[in-house]
């Protein structure tokens, strides 16, 4: 089955800076990649997604980043907010009916 | 808001006991989703159904168990409560038809389990 590994666990960003989470993925059939956000104590909220016919995409201050050969993807938030300290999780679909495999998760803190 | 529901919002009760959690998925999505998160820990993928029907199963105990019902509402099934089940229990529903179609998943609010 799929398999994810994200990276960093832990990110600590200054306002205004760049964060970027990695993260690596097993199957090459794998073909949607979404990114998600969980606040403390919230549910987690898709915030962006890409799809394997596609290597970037970018919405507004996030953007995420797709190398299929290297079967790895980004997530990449510019000008940090503090409203963007948040746990994000990467995921890939690992079979056609949608079952989602989740990295385990970044803990990104952005100080002012 | 997601248009996912989930009931109850949180739970007590002890080791031993059997509680049932409940979810409704957003209109029009047939496949619901359950996953547990203990603190400070990922999302666990237990269970997915689609139309009625189990698709797919993670790390799911044997004292868990979910259904699907004709309406679509799903019902995940806590046995044997043991201290470690302590958790957010999410659940998230998509259209997910099978093949390639892509399918968003839109998590539910949660429901937190404390078992004493």
């Known amino acids: 089955g799929e398999n994810v590994e994200q990276h960093p666990s832990t990110l600590s960003v200054q306002e205004g800076d760049s964060a970027v989470i990695k993260c690596t993925y097993s199957d090459s059939a794998s073909n949607y990649f979404p990114w998600y956000k969980q606040e403390l104590g919230k549910r987690p909220q898709l915030i962006i997604d890409i799809r394997s016919n596609v290597g970037e995409k970018k919405d507004q201050r996030i953007a995420v980043t797709l190398n299929k050969t290297a079967k790895h993807f980004s997530l990449h938030i510019t000008e940090t907010q503090p409203e963007d300290s948040a746990v994000y999780f990467c995921a890939a679909r690992g079979d056609s009916w949608g079952k989602l495999q989740f990295g385990a998760g970044t803990q990104v803190v952005v100080t002012p | 808001d997601s248009g996912v529901t989930q009931t109850p919002k949180h739970l007590i009760t002890a080791t031993g006991q059997r509680v049932t959690l409940r979810c409704s998925p957003r209109s029009g999505d047939l496949s619901v989703y359950w996953y547990q998160q203990s603190l400070d820990q990922g999302l666990q993928f237990l269970i997915q159904?689609?139309?009625?029907?189990?698709?797919a199963k993670g790390n799911i105990l044997e004292r868990f168990s979910a259904q699907q019902f004709p309406d679509l509402h799903s019902e995940l099934n806590l046995s044997s409560l043991e201290l470690g089940d302590s958790a957010l229990y999410f659940c998230a529903s998509s259209v997910a038809s099978g093949g390639s179609s892509y399918n968003e998943q839109f998590f539910g609010p949660g429901t937190r389990l404390t078992v004493l």
């Open positions: 159904y689609y139309n009625g029907e189990e698709r």
